[in-house]
């Protein structure tokens, strides 16, 4: 029952956003949608309108591919695309605004009753942001300027944004290409993100699928994702995140599937992962909480996970989880991580299972049940490597454990199976279970099992 409250608060919180049934079409204000000109004028004076009416749909007929600078969505205004039409991105730094926190193709602030549905997509087109095409990852186009507020490559637009806003709503929707993140929730309260597609380019970095920062109340289910980098990002920088429900979600990743925290402090209550299947991923479950916020309370059920090695260039070693209190830098403070269950979980993976508190700041009951856990290697990438990045050690030689511990206050795990698939003999895998008895209390197993299967 306890699993099922993020839940039913939600059901109790999300509402749609639209209230009116007015109606208008962007080709009605102007908009040629031949992909060469730009639109930005045209649909603007139909979002606008739309506003100024009280709210309603604004709708982009179907075959039309629509080229736009960033698009600024109004109070009670949802974007409908029809099946066939696309909102593409510009790719010049004129197509943005002169702040870099507001670099989105489409963008909401402060507002209410907002949302994007249909059948269409959106079109970041991230190809054109690769400055050099590079087997270990790509090399990116940087608009890093003086007091631009991002380093290096990290200095390029993301695809959608939703920016201190209520009653959102974003369904039925492809978002491809994205040439930074994708989908950005920042201090949003009552979201639902439902049956999305996601598709970003495997060799371009920071390309997550859906970051929810600062946001409470929110709902993301039947949602496929098929990215580079993170694929569910909650982080917490300026305030708390409570209330999250992930469900019924596909998800194909180069790094971390679900990944929890890398902001500056977190706070993170009532979390329910539910049927989740994550599919290659780099890293498969990561849980990271750093500078001194705290996560309690999550549950991850029933997901599919198989993880792979990839070039050390990005973070992440295809731990099928991931969980640490590390702290980021010297400068910050370790976080705090308890009440953590993971039930149901199956995973084919190149890696273990990565537990890692930090000294001071332990993680606090975790809860493995029913897991089934695969081993083996069909990759050339090598392994032996403990990945603490970005903070704490660093890289650390190491052998490869199924799971490893540390710094671990409460472990339970019951019915958990462990299984090496053994083709080439099982070289750089070490013990089913490493911890160190000084930095690891109250452990208890039951039914734990680890064997081998030679092909």
Same mark, same amino acid.
């Given at each position: 029952?306890?699993?099922?409250?993020?839940?039913?608060?939600?059901?109790?919180?999300?509402?749609?956003?639209?209230?009116?049934?007015?109606?208008?079409?962007?080709?009605?204000?102007?908009?040629?949608?031949?992909?060469?000109?730009?639109?930005?004028?045209?649909?603007?004076?139909?979002?606008?309108?739309?506003?100024?009416?009280?709210?309603?749909?604004?709708?982009?007929?179907?075959?039309?591919?629509?080229?736009?600078?960033?698009?600024?969505?109004?109070?009670?205004?949802?974007?409908?695309?029809?099946?066939?039409?696309?909102?593409?991105?510009?790719?010049?730094?004129?197509?943005?605004?002169?702040?870099?926190?507001?670099?989105?193709?489409?963008?909401?602030?402060?507002?209410?009753?907002?949302?994007?549905? +249909?059948?269409?997509?959106?079109?970041?087109?991230? +190809?054109?942001?690769?400055?050099?095409?590079?087997?270990?990852? %790509?090399?990116?186009?940087?608009?890093?300027?003086?007091?631009? +507020?991002?380093?290096?490559?990290?200095?390029?637009?993301?695809?959608?944004?939703?920016?201190?806003?209520?009653?959102?709503?974003?369904?039925?929707?492809?978002?491809?290409?994205?040439?930074?993140?994708?989908?950005?929730?920042?201090?949003?309260?009552?979201?639902?993100?439902?049956?999305?597609?996601?598709?970003?380019?495997?060799?371009?970095?920071?390309?997550?699928?859906?970051?929810?920062?600062?946001? #409470?109340?929110?709902?993301?289910?039947?949602?496929?994702?098929?990215?580079?980098?993170?694929?569910?990002?909650?982080?917490?920088?300026?305030?708390?995140?409570?209330?999250?429900?992930?469900?019924?979600?596909?998800?194909?990743?180069?790094?971390?599937?679900?990944?929890?925290?890398?902001?500056?402090?977190?706070?993170?209550?009532?979390?329910?992962?539910? #049927?989740?299947?994550?599919?290659?991923?780099?890293?498969?479950?990561?849980?990271?909480?750093?500078?001194?916020?705290?996560?309690?309370?999550?549950?991850?059920?029933?997901?599919?996970?198989?993880?792979?090695?990839?070039?050390?260039?990005?973070?992440?070693?295809?731990?099928?989880?991931?969980?640490?209190?590390?702290?980021?830098?010297?400068?910050?403070?370790?976080?705090?991580?308890?009440?953590?269950?993971?039930?149901?979980?199956?995973?084919?993976?190149?890696?273990?299972?990565?537990?890692?508190?930090?000294?001071?700041?332990?993680?606090?009951?975790?809860?493995?049940?029913?897991?089934?856990?695969?081993?083996?290697?069909?990759?050339?990438?090598?392994?032996?490597?403990?990945?603490?990045?970005?903070?704490?050690? +660093?890289?650390?030689?190491?052998?490869?454990?199924?799971?490893?511990?540390?710094?671990? #206050?409460?472990?339970?795990?019951?019915?958990?199976?462990?299984?090496?698939?053994?083709? %080439?003999?099982?070289?750089?895998?070490?013990?089913?279970?490493?911890?160190?008895?000084?930095?690891?209390?109250?452990?208890?197993? #039951?039914?734990?099992?680890?064997?081998?299967?030679?092909?």
């Amino acid at each position: 029952m306890a699993s099922l409250l993020p839940l039913l608060v939600l059901l109790l919180c999300l509402q749609s956003p639209l209230t009116t049934s007015l109606t208008l079409s962007v080709a009605d204000y102007g908009a040629i949608g031949d992909g060469r000109c730009y639109d930005t004028s045209a649909i603007q004076s139909a979002i606008d309108a739309c506003a100024a009416a009280g709210g309603g749909r604004v709708v982009f007929p179907s075959g039309g591919t629509y080229l736009t600078k960033t698009l600024n969505l109004r109070s009670g205004v949802v974007l409908r695309l029809e099946r066939g039409s696309r909102i593409l991105g510009g790719t010049r730094r004129g197509d943005y605004p002169a702040e870099q926190r507001r670099w989105y193709v489409v963008l909401a602030e402060d507002a209410k009753g907002v949302g994007i549905e +249909g059948e269409g997509t959106i079109d970041g087109q991230g +190809g054109a942001f690769v400055e050099r095409i590079d087997d270990r990852k %790509n090399v990116m186009v940087s608009w890093n300027g003086t007091g631009m +507020g991002c380093l290096g490559d990290e200095c390029r637009p993301r695809l959608v944004g939703f920016l201190g806003c209520e009653g959102v709503a974003v369904s039925g929707i492809r978002f491809v290409q994205p040439a930074y993140w994708c989908l950005h929730l920042v201090r949003c309260d009552r979201t639902t993100i439902r049956d999305v597609q996601i598709k970003g380019d495997w060799d371009t970095p920071n390309n997550d699928g859906i970051d929810v920062e600062d946001s #409470n109340n929110t709902l993301i289910e039947r949602v496929r994702i098929d990215t580079g980098d993170d694929a569910i990002c909650p982080k917490s920088s300026t305030g708390p995140v409570v209330n999250l429900v992930a469900r019924d979600c596909w998800i194909r990743t180069k790094s971390s599937a679900i990944k929890l925290g890398s902001a500056s402090w977190f706070d993170f209550k009532n979390f329910l992962f539910d #049927n989740i299947t994550v599919v290659d991923s780099h890293r498969g479950l990561a849980l990271q909480i750093r500078d001194g916020g705290s996560v309690n309370n999550v549950t991850f059920s029933n997901i599919n996970i198989s993880t792979r090695y990839y070039d050390p260039s990005w973070w992440g070693r295809a731990e099928p989880i991931y969980v640490t209190s590390c702290p980021r830098d010297r400068t910050s403070k370790s976080g705090a991580i308890s009440d953590l269950l993971f039930i149901n979980i199956s995973a084919v993976s190149e890696n273990g299972v990565f537990l890692s508190g930090s000294l001071g700041a332990p993680l606090h009951d975790l809860r493995f049940i029913n897991v089934n856990l695969t081993y083996k290697r069909w990759t050339n990438y090598s392994g032996g490597l403990f990945d603490y990045r970005p903070g704490c050690h +660093g890289f650390v030689k190491h052998g490869t454990a199924g799971v490893m511990v540390e710094h671990v #206050n409460g472990l339970v795990m019951e019915n958990v199976k462990m299984k090496w698939v053994e083709e %080439n003999g099982l070289k750089g895998w070490d013990d089913p279970m490493e911890f160190r008895p000084d930095s690891v209390t109250g452990l208890a197993l #039951n039914g734990v099992t680890s064997y081998v299967e030679r092909l």
